[in-house]
């Protein structure tokens, strides 16, 4: 048996976090003691949020729910998990869509450090159709994305593309 990891690192872009994310850190609390959620700055994304938005955003929706810590990180994901001494990456998988930018990520990570894990979650099929560009895309148009991110997330974007 391998040792025992309790805490794991959840990096994504979070442009904005959708309740796909908030669904992922909760389930990953039955695994794991704590999850921290990293919030990247350097992304191959172009954010429409600064570093400084998406972290207070994510910060919001968790409201210093225990076990959950959100904080930014720039630089490889590698070097932030070995600083926070956390033994795995926690990722959501939502569909085949998704597989093959999953694993090279994960062989990447795993060839720079193979003492970190990367440990997969399936999406919870509520939320398997959404994701923070498909969102974005939707506020802008002024469509209305309720329940698909928390309140806080919904007003931002709606302030961001001049909806409020
Ligand atoms: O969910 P996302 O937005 O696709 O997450 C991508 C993210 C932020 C996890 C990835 O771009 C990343 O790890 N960035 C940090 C820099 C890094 O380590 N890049 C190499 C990863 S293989």
Not at 4 to 14: E, M
Not at 17 to 34: M, P, Q, Y
Not at 55 to 83: H, I
């Amino acid at each position: 048996m391998g040792k025992n990891i309790k805490s794991a690192v959840y990096p994504g872009t979070f442009d904005p976090l959708t309740n796909g994310h908030v669904s992922l850190v909760l389930r990953g609390l039955d695994i794991f003691d704590e999850i921290i959620v990293a919030v990247a700055l350097h992304s191959p994304k172009n954010p429409l949020f600064s570093l400084e938005e998406r972290v207070e955003m994510a910060s919001s929706a968790f409201n210093g729910r225990p076990g959950v810590k959100v904080e930014p990180f720039e630089g490889l994901l590698v070097d932030y998990v070995r600083t926070q001494r956390a033994g795995a990456i926690l990722r959501g998988m939502r569909a085949v869509a998704d597989f093959e930018y999953e694993f090279q990520m994960a062989l990447m990570n795993r060839r720079l450090d193979r003492n970190i894990q990367t440990v997969f979650l399936m999406t919870d099929y509520k939320w398997l159709y959404i994701s923070s560009t498909i969102i974005k895309d939707v506020a802008k148009l002024g469509g209305d994305i309720k329940g698909l991110v928390p309140p806080e997330v919904e007003k931002k974007l709606y302030q961001k593309y001049g909806h409020l």
